[in-house]
């Protein structure tokens, strides 16, 4: 049975499960928790690289599913954080649920769970929008409460924290009995709102208080400006890699990837050039989308300026497709654009003249909420930091979930 008072006599022993470039131990962090990451484990060896980089740590690249119930015991771990793979549960990937191969390894764990003798008090789960709907989702909740757990469910996007970045994700927490949550009307509930999770914000860096009323539904927070998250100078043509690759394009709005030969090309040719440029030269050249991609594929492109308070979604790739894998942000003629960020075709300005430019990685690991010092190895190219941001979480987000899930104290790094 759990003790209900190990987490506040002694280091919360955490396993971290998917770990990518890092999210959730930053979340730890941010949040005050009083934890040792006695291991992550994470397959993809360029996001090893980044977490060794950040935290001097690299995790077992090993597949998790050699894992073995005898192995997961001896850690003695109270708490796991996971975040599996998405794409069995997205369009793009099919919606093949479990019947998709990625989603066999968190379906693993939920069978080991269920025979561990020293099963973690604590779980966190982070997903898409649309696994609470799937088949996967059923056999969690129905492992968790076999396994003695009591759970809640959110729904919720960093814009509910004030940051102006619309990344709606499904999290799943879960204590062990007797544990119980500070609000436990609301275990088996499906939360949209912050709810228990308001109180806990203003006790994060750099979000401001969300006003909440008693039935925990009215909460408001306005949202940052974009401008606060953009970097002043970006990073150094040689710290980059590969220039973005939207450069082709399908006539349903893909990209084309460029071959890696013609990639090398482009990289040596840069790297070239970066050794003649002289200080007044354009720094931001890196990042401007060319004018035939514009013209070609402007209307489906969502644009926003430095004043916008949401900007869409960045996924793995961006940079690589026209559509529906984040904000370009125009950086002139601001406003020809109408507040849903479309062209004012009435003003009678060009789209080719709104000075479109892609995020940097900095300025989306910003909207991530990663903290100033997380950085890339100089080798990770721009393509490879995109996608890895995009395979990221919010740490703002996770970090206030963390902070409810623990109970951490106002004030303090303990949790009761």
Known sequence: MADEHASSVRTLRVLEFYSGIGGMRYALKMAGVHADVVEAFEINEIANDVYEHNFGHRPNQG????LTVQQLDAYKAHSWL??????????????KDVDDSRAQSFLQMLEMLS??????NYILVENVVGFENSVTHSQLIDVLEDAGFISQEFILTPLQLGIPYSRPRYFCMAKRKPLNFGQPDLNSCLLCQLGPLAHHIKFLAHLPDVQQDNNLHNQT???RSISDFLESDPCAIHDTGAPPLLRRATEDGCGIDVSQMELQQQLDARETASLLLEADDDKWEHYKLPVNVVERWGDVFDIVTRDSRSCCCFTKSYGRYAKGTGSLLATKNESALTQQGTLDVSKGVPITSLGLRYFTPQEIANLHSFPAEFSFPHYVSLRQRYALLGNSLSVAVVAALLRYLYDVKSGSEGHA
């Open 63 to 66: 597949n998790i599913q050699r």
């Open 82 to 95: 996971l975040s599996p793979p998405c794409q069995p549960y997205t369009r793009q990937g099919l919606r």
């Open 115 to 120: 025979q561990m003798v020293s099963p973690p």
């Open 221 to 223: 927070v306005c949202c």
